[in-house]
Each structure stands twice: as C-alpha cells, then as structure tokens.
C-alpha cells in the first residue's frame, strides 16, 4: 500500500524516526507489538523495519532507522533522500517476534536500534498493566533514542538505560537482571548480533528456551574461515561460491536470475529448492524444521556443509 511519509525528526546519534500516514484515508490493518513492514524505498530497494508505535493508530505508523556506516542503500536512502512529503510503499505487518500470552512478567533487553520493536512491546505491556522491565544498552548517552518517551512519559520507572558498558559489564547487567526474574518471566531481545547471543545463552539457561524470543533484521553475510563451496544448477553449470562472497552475489554475477529482497535471511524471497548437498543455514526465515530437513536454502545468506550444492535453479 502506497503511503507519505508525514514527519522525519533525528533522535540519537544517526538515527531518524519516521512516521507514515496512508496516502488514501483507508485505515492500517492492526498489527501486534513486535511487528515488521518491508518498506520500498525511493531507490528501488526493499528493507524491513519493526513497527515503533508508541499506541494503535489507524492512519500512522512509525518506523525508526539508524544510519549504518556500510548501508547497502537502505539507511543511507532514507537519512539523505528522503523527505517529508514522500510517498513510499509498505506491505501489511508481519510478526515474528510477539509477545508470549502466557507470560507471567516480561523482561526486555535492546541493543542501540534494536529498541524499535520492543518499544511497541513496552507500551503494549504498559496498556495492559503488565509486569515488565526494559533494559535498554546504548554505546553512550548520546544514542539513547526516544529518550523523551523512555524518560519522560509513564514508561520511566519500567526502563533502565545502561551507556557505555563493556562487554562484561552488559553480561552482567543481563545476568542480574535475569536472576530476579520469575520462573514464568519471558525474555526478549533485538540488537547486534553478539549482544542478543548473550541474552539468549543467559536467557536460556535461566528460563529455557521456549521462554526465549529475539529478533533480527541482519545475519551474518560471511564469517572468517568461511569455506568456499561450489552451486550446480539442475543443468550441471557450476558457480563457485568464494569465502566471503554470498551464492546470491555469485549466482547473479554469473547472470543467474535469483528473486531476492532483503538479503539478510528474513523475508524468504530468494528460497530455493535443494536437490542434493547439505546448506549451512544462516537465514531466519526458515524454521527448525524446514532447516533440518536440509530441503531448503537462502542463497543470500546461507552457505553449504557439503563441498557441493546442487539447486533447483
Ligand atoms: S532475499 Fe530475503 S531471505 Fe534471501
């Protein structure tokens, strides 16, 4: 759906908040906290971005989006280009990342930009009169985004803002917390990658895991010592797949049509059909399921186990 970009105002260093406005007076479906939109950009470009509304609107939503230095044109289209006024186009919410109905209290742990979503869950829970805590890491005070909501309105005294800790400190303050939490408590957790690898291992390992929930736009493209591997295409044709190169870059620079979106593993578009071989599955769309039974691959994030992959393309 077709939609304006109705204000833009800064809000931490390097990041913008959004908000969208429907450009045709037709209310937004509802959506529940957590939840994501694929945004198209003015570039052509698809990305993801967890819905931050502070309370159910039917004609506004806001996104919130941090300019990364190796933007791939996403972040950098929408901190330079794109103004007030706009009209960009939006797919309906999807939600992968909800809170649990069961949960007797919810603890909230987001890393810098990793607050989008779970901003939406804190007020959710604040509505509710829920029992919950937001744990919020930022490398320093100056990143603290929607600092005026965090500090400034009825969610204050379920947040704590922690600046500048190190890695051993942020484990910590997550072990901490963690050990006051009730054995029905559910934990979530959005950020970079090694900061959610910390509250999930501890997480786990208090609440086990079906307490757990995270969320994550990005995925590790290429690891050091990622092996190189070779995709055969059903008819025989084979493309070496290099360390430190995706099979989607591999198979497109080889004049492979591959559908593809966000090129982070999230949103399924580029699924292709294994014939043989087995994929390293890197990708968060699949599920444990789909992922064991090996039958299915993302090319543009996952590598293989075996030295050759055969694909239905
Ligand atoms: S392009 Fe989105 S999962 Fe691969």
Not at 284 to 292: I, M, R, S, V, W
Request: overall charge negative; glycine content about 8%.
């Amino acid at each position: 759906m077709n939609v304006i970009l109705s204000a833009i105002r800064n809000s931490g260093t390097a990041i913008r908040i959004f908000e969208l406005h429907t450009a045709d007076g037709k209310a937004f479906p509802a959506y529940q906290p957590g939840a994501h939109i694929d945004v198209t950009l003015g570039n052509g470009l698809v990305r993801q971005y967890s819905l931050c509304c502070d309370q159910p609107s039917p004609d506004r939503y806001r996104i919130a989006v941090k300019q990364e230095p190796q933007s791939r044109g996403g972040s950098a289209w929408l901190h330079a280009e794109a103004k007030e006024g706009d009209t960009l186009q939006i797919s309906a919410p999807r939600n992968a990342f909800a809170l649990a109905d069961a949960a007797g209290s919810h603890l909230l742990f987001a890393g810098g930009i990793g607050i989008t979503p779970v901003l939406s869950m804190a007020y959710a829970l604040l509505r509710d009169g829920a029992d919950f805590h937001l744990h919020y890491f930022v490398r320093d005070e100056a990143s603290v985004a929607f600092r005026d909501e965090l500090t400034g309105t009825s969610l204050a005294t379920h947040v704590s803002i922690h600046a500048g800790l190190s890695v051993d400190q942020t484990g910590a303050v997550i072990a901490a917390a963690l050990t006051d939490a009730a054995v029905d408590a559910h934990a979530y957790t959005c950020g970079p990658g090694p900061f959610m690898a910390t509250v999930v291992d501890l997480a786990t390992a208090r609440l086990g895991a079906s307490q757990v929930h995270k969320e994550s736009f990005s995925a590790p493209v290429a690891e050091a010592g990622d092996a190189a591997f070779v995709v055969r295409l059903s008819d025989g044709k084979e493309i070496e797949v290099a360390s430190g190169k995706t099979a989607l870059a591999c198979l497109q620079e080889a004049g492979i049509e591959v559908d593809c979106s966000c090129e982070v593993g999230v949103c399924g578009t580029c699924q292709t059909k294994v014939i043989e071989g087995i994929p390293d599955h890197r990708d968060g769309f699949l599920n444990e399921k789909e992922k064991a039974s090996n039958l299915w691959f993302m090319p543009c994030v996952s590598r293989a186990r075996t030295g050759v992959l055969v694909l239905d393309l």
